[in-house]
Each structure stands twice: as structure tokens, then as C-alpha cells.
């Protein structure tokens, strides 16, 4: 049985606070907004598409995914991927959530330099992820330090990868907002909607950072203070 150290607690509380508050932020904000409809009545397919051909991205395919907010763009085949509620939904949330999406895209084409980074990151962190914890208490479990630094090291990995999601989420967004101000003809109410939808999606990944970071810190602390029943 593993000795429980109390830090973890204190560690990893505020981030689990935060975590929760997130999701309640962005599905309070996404059942709020989208139930008002955008001013320019576009979906949100239909906005993503004028977005992305005002930026000369005519090569940048838009299709239908399942899911719940399920929106994403996979840089590898240069689609984007709208769940049913954006791609249909001609709400200021499914615009604003389509023209994030598109920011993603824009930084695809300008070789955003954390976009590539993180793209980088993507096959170690799947393996950090799931096989760094499980190497990192081996290795505490038999005594063996080396073993349980190699488990620490591949789950820094997706500690660094959740770091610098937070500033593509970031552009992304801000990319977003300032096109649909400059472009399009929305209210203040409008305008305030979409930062409104976009904030809380943010908070989301401070608090992945967050998460992952105070696991990581415990991991280390857990280690360090060598002490196992």
C-alpha cells in the first residue's frame, strides 16, 4: 500500500476545484448562447467557410462529427470537424465555436509555431500518458528510482503538452474575436456572447495545465519522500 502523502491533497484540490468550475462555466455559457441566434443567421459551417475563404484557405475541408462539442481541426488531412450543434446551429455559441476552430486553421497555415510544437508532442504524449504513470509506480512499488524518474519523465511530457495547448487556445480564440468584430456586424450583446463562450472554453485548459502539473508535482513529492507501507 502506498503511503498517502497529505500535499496531494493541497496540490491537487485547487486544480480539481478549478476543473470543475470550467466545465460548469462552459456549459452554462454554451446552453445560454445557444439559444440565441447570430445576427448574420449563418451557421456555423457557414461561417467557418466565409472565414476561412477570406484567409485564402479554399484547401480547408469542412465536415459533420459526432459528439457534443466535439469540434476540432486535424491539421494532418487540413479538415475541420464541426459537431451537429456547430455545424447546424446558427446560435452565437455555434459561431463563435466554429470561428475558434478556424483560428486553428489560420495558425496551420501561418506555421504558428506552438501549433507545431504541439503537434510534435502528440504521439509521445499519448504514450506518456498512459504508460508514464504505470512505469513511474513500477518502479515505487520495487524501490527501483531509475525506473520510476523514466515514468516521471514521460509524464512531463504531457505536462508540457497541456502548457503549450494553453497558448494555441488562446490565439486561437483571440484570432476568432477579432475577425468576427472587425468583420461581421454584431451587437455588444453579440460580441460579448462569443468572448463569453470563448473565455470559459480557456478556463478549460488552465485547468488541464493545472491538473496535470500538480499530478506531476506529486508524482515527484511521492518519489522524492521515498516512504511506502
Known amino acids: 500500500m502506498f503511503y498517502f502523502n497529505p500535499l496531494y491533497l493541497l496540490i491537487s484540490i485547487p486544480a480539481l476545484i478549478l476543473g470543475i468550475v470550467a466545465q460548469i462555466k462552459v456549459k452554462s455559457a454554451f446552453s445560454k448562447y445557444s439559444k440565441i441566434p447570430n445576427e448574420e443567421g449563418l451557421t456555423g459551417a457557414q461561417s467557418a467557410r466565409i472565414i ?17 462539442l466535439s469540434d476540432h481541426y486535424d491539421p494532418r488531412h487540413r479538415k475541420l470537424r464541426l459537431s451537429p450543434n456547430v455545424f447546424d446551429g446558427r446560435s452565437i455559441a455555434s459561431l463563435g465555436i466554429a470561428a475558434h476552430e478556424v483560428g486553428h486553421a489560420i495558425q496551420h497555415s501561418s506555421d504558428y509555431k506552438f501549433l507545431k510544437l504541439r503537434s510534435t508532442l502528440v504521439p509521445v504524449t499519448k504514450i506518456g500518458s498512459y504508460i508514464g504513470p504505470f512505469i513511474f509506480f513500477i518502479g515505487y512499488i520495487f524501490s527501483f528510482q531509475p525506473i520510476a524518474w523514466i515514468g516521471i ?74 516512504r511506502r507501507r
Open 52 to 68: 476561412l475563404d477570406s484567409k485564402g484557405l479554399y484547401n480547408v475541408s469542412i465536415e459533420k462529427v459526432r459528439g457534443f
Open 153 to 226: 519523465i514521460l509524464f512531463s511530457l504531457v505536462a508540457l503538452f497541456t502548457v503549450i495547448t494553453l497558448p494555441v487556445e488562446i490565439d486561437a480564440s483571440n484570432r476568432a474575436k477579432k475577425w468576427i468584430k472587425t468583420n461581421m456586424a454584431f451587437s455588444h450583446t453579440q460580441q460579448k456572447g462569443v468572448s463569453s463562450i470563448l473565455n470559459a472554453a480557456a478556463l478549460t485548459y488552465v485547468a488541464a495545465v493545472l491538473q496535470a502539473l500538480s499530478t506531476l508535482l506529486y508524482y515527484i513529492l511521492l518519489l522524492v519522500g521515498g
